[in-house]
């Protein structure tokens, strides 16, 4: 099933959209701690909406659960601890990004998704420019934020496929009260890895730069975004669109290049290309595999 025009363009603007969100995210641990901002974004993606939206229908709190602890914990607590670590946006964003292959190998295994000669293909040519991209930075990135990164691309894609097995009717009401099980997971992580400091000091810390960061990661990056995207991961296989993901390093290196400076060289623009060479050949696969028919 290939994707439609409309949501081929939804896709790619989301992704571009969190791209950017590394750096808003890196203008958010200017101020604050990293559990503290994460607790914050998931604190208003729940709060007070979750008053005036009801439970989706056949979502278990067990599901709910599940999904809002890797999703605020496993995913964006691990990534805001590793970029505050020392993983610069650009480089956090790449990383981040090897949750596609793994989505697509989940899919596989657990709901027998095929993945044709072209798919991989396509993954091949995209995982060789997110390598080159990796190898030409000039940033030198702690191993430590490369580990973090990668487990919480791990999360993702388990919440990915929580997704595709469910199937929730209502993806705002989903992600509106999955985030309310964030909360107490990321207040406890806080409170044992940095004890109650920070949160005395909230709004001392809480500057117009973290206040942005925080309204965008909660209702344009997560909210609207996840919208998009959980609606695309319900409507077609793993491999039309865990491949448009690729796409995030590109807008995060370049956005990152942007507002922090990180310089994009001509390697790395080559790279990019090929990120681009193995979408096309993604999302075109289906005309492809026509084509060698023929």
């Not at 670590?85 to 899919?107: P, R, Y």
């Not at 388990?158 to 997971?185: G, H, Y």
Request: hydrophobic fraction near 55%.
């Amino acid at each position: 099933m290939r994707l439609s025009k409309s949501d081929l363009i939804a896709g790619l603007a989301v992704t571009i959209i969190w791209g950017a969100n590394f750096s808003v995210i890196g203008l958010g641990l200017e101020d604050l701690d990293p559990f503290v901002l994460t607790l914050l974004r998931f604190t208003f993606c729940a709060l007070p909406l979750v008053i005036f939206i009801p439970k989706p229908q056949g979502a278990s709190y067990v599901l709910l659960a599940a999904y809002g602890v890797l999703f605020g914990a496993g995913l964006w607590g691990v990534v805001n601890v590793a970029m505050h670590n020392g993983l610069s946006a650009g480089m956090s964003s790449v990383f981040l990004q090897f949750s596609a292959f793994f989505t697509l190998i989940m899919s596989r295994l657990f709901l027998k998704e095929p993945i044709s000669r072209v798919h991989g293909a396509g993954m091949l040519l995209s995982a060789l420019g997110l390598f080159m991209i990796l190898h030409l930075s000039a940033h030198v990135s702690t191993t430590l934020g490369i580990l973090l990164v990668l487990l919480a691309a791990l999360s993702w894609s388990l919440c990915n496929l929580i997704v595709k097995v469910n199937q929730p009717e209502d993806m705002v009401a989903f992600i509106v009260w999955s985030s309310l099980f964030s909360i107490p997971v990321l207040l406890l992580m806080t409170l044992w890895f940095e004890g109650a400091e920070p949160l005395t000091h909230l709004v001392t810390d809480l500057t117009w730069g973290a206040g942005f960061s925080i309204v965008f990661q909660c209702y344009i990056t997560t909210i609207v975004g996840y919208r998009v995207w959980n609606n695309l991961m319900k409507k077609y296989p793993a491999s039309r669109v865990a491949p448009l993901l690729l796409m995030v390093p590109v807008s995060g290196l370049f956005t990152s290049y942007v507002f922090f400076g990180e310089q994009l060289s001509l390697g790395q623009g080559v790279a990019i290309g090929l990120v681009f060479v193995g979408i096309t050949i993604f999302v075109n696969s289906a005309g492809i595999m026509a084509r060698l028919a023929r």
